[in-house]
C-alpha cells in the first residue's frame, strides 16, 4: 500500500511537470500556429548545401 | 482554372504567377541555357530571387495551383513606425501580410527575409497571415526589408491589428489554459479516485483513505474554481436575470457534487469530486472545439478585413495630397488611389482609368478594368492607373463591410439543433432542481433517512449531469467538418449539415457549374454589315466579365478599339460607341429591346446553332445585325455521374440558366436533367429559387457565387463552386474548393450521416437522463454508479461522433 502511495506522488510529480510545460507552451505562443508547424519540419536548414536541387528531382519523377 | 491543363495552342504559363498569356506578349528569358517564360518584369523579379538564392523548391513544393498575378505594391515605411517595439539595438515588427498562398510562401519569405543580412529572425505566422521580424536598425533599414517582400510578391500591411482580433487571441489562450489545467487535474483525480473505488470495494486503511481525499479536494479545486469560472460567471449572470441556462445546470451539478464531498470528508462518506471536476472537464472540452472552429473560419475574415486601408488620400484644390482617416471622410468626397493603393472605400470612379484586382471579392484573378462611372470596392487593388473615386459609402456600409458582417453573423449563430439544448435547459434545470430537493425532503421527512436522502439527492443531479448533451452537438460538428474539409468542401456553419440533410431539390446554374464555364468560339457569321467584324467584338466585349465575351477577346489578338459609354446588362449583353456607331452585343432579347430585327433567315441560323446546344451571340451595329457569334461550352465530364447519384439519394435537379431554352435542355438532356428553367437573369434565378421554396421545396442553389448571388442567398442552402471569397463567402454557406462536382453527392451523404449521428447524440444524451433520473430518485443508483454511468455516456457520445471521421 505504501509504494502505491509512492507512485501515486511520483506519477503527480511527472504529471506537474507536463502541465508546467503546458503553460509555458501557451504562454510563450508555442501553440498560436499549429498550421504551419507541420511543414516546418520538412524544411532544410542547410540551404547552402545542394539539398533542394535533390528535392526538387524527387518531386518531378 | 488549374495548371494540370496544358497552355492552349500558342500561348505560354508564367513560370512564377502561372498566368497563361499569348506567346508574344510574354517576356522570356535564357538562363541556364533554358528559355523561360513571364507575363511581366515583377513575376521575373520575383523569380530571380528565388532561382538565384536556390530556393526553387518553392516552386515544386507549393500547392496552390490557381494562377494569379501578384500585386506588386509601393510600400511606405513610414505607415509601419507606429508598430515597431526596439530596444535599442534590435528592432521588431509584427505586421499582416498579404499573398500568402499555402505553406510554401510562408517558407519561402522567412528563408528570404531571415538571409538578409541585419536580420535575426523571421516567422510568418500561416493561421493569421502575419509576419513578425527582428533586425538590427544600423545593419539594415526597415525600408529595405519591406521592399525585399513587397518585390516578391507579398504586400506588407500595418495589419490594422483590430481590438476584436487580439481579444479573440487571448480568449483562446485562457481558453486552451482552463482546458489544459482542467485535463490535467482530472486525470491526476482519476487516479486518486480510481484507489479510493478500490478501497470503497476492497477496504482500506483509514489514514491513506484520508490522505487520498485530501488530495482529491486539493486536485478538484481549481477545476471547479478556474477552469469551471466561465460556468459559474455564466450561471451567476443568468441567474441574476432570472433566466436557468446550460451553465446554471453544469455550475449546479460540479458545486453539489464538490459541495457535498466537501462535508464527506469530514463526516466520513464516499466522495464525488471526480464527478464534479469531469462535469467541468466534459463540458469545457464542447465549448473548447464550438471555439476553436469558429475562430478557424474568423481567420479568412480576418485576412479580408485587412484589406481595407485605415485612411484615405485626399488631393487639395492646391495639387498638395494629405491623409485623412476613413471615419472623416463622409460619401460624395473625392478621393485618390494611385496604382499600388488598396481603395479605401467603396465608390463610383469620377476620374482615370486602370486594371483593378478584385480577387479578393469575386475570386477572379483577372483584373478588371475601371473607368469613369465604374464602381469600386473597398479592398480591390488599383494595379496600373491612377483613379480618382467619389465614395458612395461610408466605412460600415461598404461591401467589404457587408461581407465581413455576413460571415460573423454565420459565425454567431448556432446550429437549430443545438438550439434545443438550450431551450431544454430552460426547464430542465428547474425540473431537476424540483426533483432533487423533492427526494431530499422525501427521504428525510417520509423515511426519516437523512444520509440517505442527501446522497440520493446528490445522485439525482449527477445523474443529470449535461455533459454528454454539451458534446453531442459541438463534437459531432467538428469532426464532420473537419473530416469533410479535407477533401476540399468548406461548410461555414454546422446548422447547414442540418439544411443539407433536408434538402429536397438542388437547382444548379448551367454555365461553370454543370459545364466548365469556358466557352469556345464555333462558328462566326459576318453579314458584312461593318468592316473589321471581330476587331470591333473583341473590343466591345473586352470590359465583359462574361465568359462568353472572355471567349470573345481571347479569339482575338490584334489592338483592340477605343469604346465609349460602355455599358453592360446583367445576363443579356453589353453595348457602347466604337468610332461613334453603336454596337450591342447579346442575346436575342436584348436585341429585340434595342429595335433590332433580324432577316427570317438570319434568325433560321440562330435556330440551327442552337439546336446544336451552341449559345449564340448576337452583334448589332446602328440598330443592323452585323453578325452572330456561337459558342459551346463543355458539359463537365463527372456531370452526368453526379447528377445520377443525386437523383439515386432522392433529389430532385433542376438547372437554372440565363440561355435560350433550346441550348438548355440541350444541355440538360446530356447530364440526365428533365427539369429546366432557361431565358432567366440573375433576378428571374432568385425568383425561381423563391417559388420552389413557395411550393414546400427545400432548395439548395449550386452556382459560381457571382451572377448568381441573389438566387444563392434565395436558396435555403448556397454552394458555390471553385473558389471561396468575398461574395462566395457571403451568399453561400458551402464553398467547393476544387471544382469537381462528384463532391456534391459526398457532400449530401455526409451531411445526412452528421445529422443523424448528432440525433443519435441527443436521443442518447436525452434518453439516458430519462432513464437514470427515476432510479435515481428511488435510490436505487448509488452515487458512484450514476457517476460511471454519466461518463459512460459521455463516451458513447465521443465514440459516435468520431464515426464521421471518416467519409
Sequence with gaps: ?61 | MSVTDAPRHGSVRCEHCLQEMPERSSISKKIDGQRHFFCCHGCLGVWEIVHGGSLDTFYNERCDWTPGRPAFTAVNPADFASLIVTDGKTSRLDLSLSGIRCASCVWLVEKVLSRLDGVLSARVNYATRRATFEWRPETISLEKILSTLSNMGYAPLPGNRTASIDAAAAEKREMLLRFGTAGFFSMQLMLITAALYAGFFQGMETHYRTAFQLISWVLSTPVIFYSGFPFLAGAFRSLRSGGANMDVLVSLGALSAYGYSVAMIFTGGELFFDTSAMIVTFILLGRFIEAGSRLKAGSALTALVELQPSEARISEANGETTFVPLDKISKGSLIEVIPGDRVPLDGTVAEGSADVDESMLTGESVPVLKSRGSEVYAGTASLTGRLLIRVTAEPHETVLARIVRTVEEAQARKAPIQGIADRTAAFFVPAIVLLATGTLLWWSLVKGAPVAALMNAVSVLVVACPCALGLATPLAILVGTTAIGRKGILVKGGDLFESVSRTSTVVFDKTGTLTKGRPSITDTLDYQVSDRFMQHCASLEAWSEHPAGKAIVAAWHGERLRVKEFRAIPGMGVAGFIDGRQWIAGTPALLQQEGVKPEPEQLQQVEALRNEGKTVILIACEKRLAGLIALIDTLREEATEMIASLHALGLKNIMLTGDHEVVARTVASHCGITDVRAGLNPLGKADAVRELKQSGATVMMAGDGINDAPALTEADTGLTLGSATGIALESSGIAILNDDLRLITTLFTHARKSFRIIRQNLFWAFGYNMLALPLAISGILHPIVSAILMATSSLVVVGNSLRLRNL
Design chain 1, 1 to 61: 500500500m505504501e509504494s502505491t502511495f509512492y507512485l501515486i506522488a511520483i506519477g503527480f510529480l511527472f504529471g506537474l511537470a507536463g502541465w508546467l510545460l503546458f503553460l509555458w507552451a501557451v504562454r510563450s505562443g508555442q501553440l498560436d500556429d499549429i498550421e504551419a508547424t507541420k511543414y516546418r519540419i520538412l524544411d532544410d536548414d542547410d540551404e547552402k548545401e545542394n539539398s533542394p536541387k535533390k528535392k526538387s528531382e524527387k518531386v518531378d519523377k
